[in-house]
């Protein structure tokens, strides 16, 4: 019996959600108080009406199932921050037709995280469309969505590459998580990058042909969104902590990768080097030498934190654009030192000290690099 439902005399007690709304902090103690499996239960009711909120919750559970539960939301942001919309159109998935599954987990008193364990485990097993039953047979929102999403993150990760369109096939039933799903599929791909510039990129080049051969008959356009992020984040992670600056990759990598290696290259660039004008920062960047430099110290990481300063900025007539490290958009230029240049405004607009480097390229020849200057000092623009 939860306590928090018991009633008190004549006089119903207030709901568990009613109670959690008024006083966290005491209904999380009572809900700690309960017995394993009314504790369970109890916490995943205050995960569906509030889960942005379960911090207090989750640190006070003992050790169990239900701590364990609260603590998995607490590290997937997209189940609490609120902003998360579904694509804006369905993608066809060969799973849809999938029946639920039934008996393993239906006559537990929580069935929902049963079956999100069932179906985890049969997506490491590599069954998709098994892990797709058990997660259909989740009656709850946003859970039956939340159980596909971690079923594809765990085919890809426990079987590989070519389980990618499996992958693509459990995310596009995840509802309201189809874009954050696709995206971590794709960081997921992006970790196979070297640790070096001039490391072994032919896993990445792998993956850039596995999306396009998914897509292409699909959604082509959003194939090439897919593998300009691939592109992206796999420059990021290569080049955000390396020690030396190697043009190598524009050697061995399809066109398409030069812009996001160039970002990636100019980041870093403005890292490693003292003050200096952006004419000599451009011609520093055209003439990265193609020699390697020894692994970093640290494991890469990734770019985070870093203002996305696109807006709804509306770019030149006839200007193509692309993703910048996966987090923001900027225009690219078919000539590469231009495009240097623009990728070191990028870059100088996100580092502390900068600023004049911007200010130095407003009256630039090319009008793609003077736009993006002025984009950048005036946001609103």
């Known amino acids: 019996m939860l306590a928090l439902l018991l009633a008190s005399g004549c006089h119903e007690a207030p709901s568990l959600t009613a109670r959690w709304r008024s006083d966290p902090d005491q209904a999380a103690a009572e809900i700690a108080a309960l ?51 579904p694509a804006t159109t369905a993608l066809p998935s060969p799973l849809a037709g999938t029946p639920p599954s039934t008996g393993r987990c239906d006559d537990l008193a929580n069935p929902t995280v049963c079956w999100s364990r069932h179906a985890v485990g049969r997506a490491s097993a590599g069954d998709a469309g098994g892990a797709a039953g058990g997660c259909l047979a989740i009656a709850a929102e946003p859970w039956r969505s939340e159980c596909m999403f971690q079923s594809a993150e765990t085919l890809l990760e426990a079987r590989g590459l070519d389980r990618y369109p499996d992958a693509v096939s459990l995310c596009a039933l995840s509802e309201a ?8 599929g794709v960081a997921q791909l992006a970790a196979r990058a070297p640790a070096t510039p001039g490391g072994d990129w032919q896993p990445v080049r792998a993956a850039a042909e596995m999306i396009t051969a998914h897509w292409q008959d699909i959604a082509p356009r959003q194939g090439r969104q897919q593998r300009e992020a691939l ?50 920062l451009t011609a520093r960047l055209a003439d990265t030498p193609l020699e390697d430099s020894m692994p970093p110290v640290r494991q890469p990481r990734a770019l985070v934190g870093l203002p996305d300063s696109w807006g709804d900025a509306v770019p030149p007539v006839d200007a193509k654009t692309t993703t910048w490290m996966g987090i923001s958009t900027r225009v690219v230029s078919p000539e590469a030192t ?28 090319d009008p793609l690099v003077a736009w993006t200057a002025q984009r950048l000092r005036d946001p609103q623009r």
């Open 35 to 85: 017995p394993p499996t009314e504790q369970l239960a109890a916490v995943e009711t205050i995960l569906l009406v509030d889960p942005a909120g379960v911090g207090p919750l989750c640190g006070v559970l003992p050790e169990g199932d239900a701590r364990l539960r609260c603590r998995t939301v607490q590290t997937r942001p997209h189940l609490w921050r609120g902003d998360a919309v």
């Open 177 to 184: 998580f189809v874009t954050d799903c696709l995206e971590h």
């Open 231 to 280: 592109w992206a984040l796999a420059s990021a992670l290569v080049y955000v902590e390396a020690p030396t600056i190697s043009s190598a990759p524009l050697e061995v990598l399809p066109v398409e990768a030069h812009p996001h290696i160039r970002a990636a290259m100019a980041w870093r660039l403005l890292r490693l080097s003292d003050s200096a004008d952006l004419d000599t």
């Open 338 to 365: 231009v495009d240097g240049t623009i990728a070191l405004l990028e870059a100088a607009a996100r580092q502390p000290g900068r600023e004049d480097l911007i200010g130095q390229a407003l009256a630039h020849t």
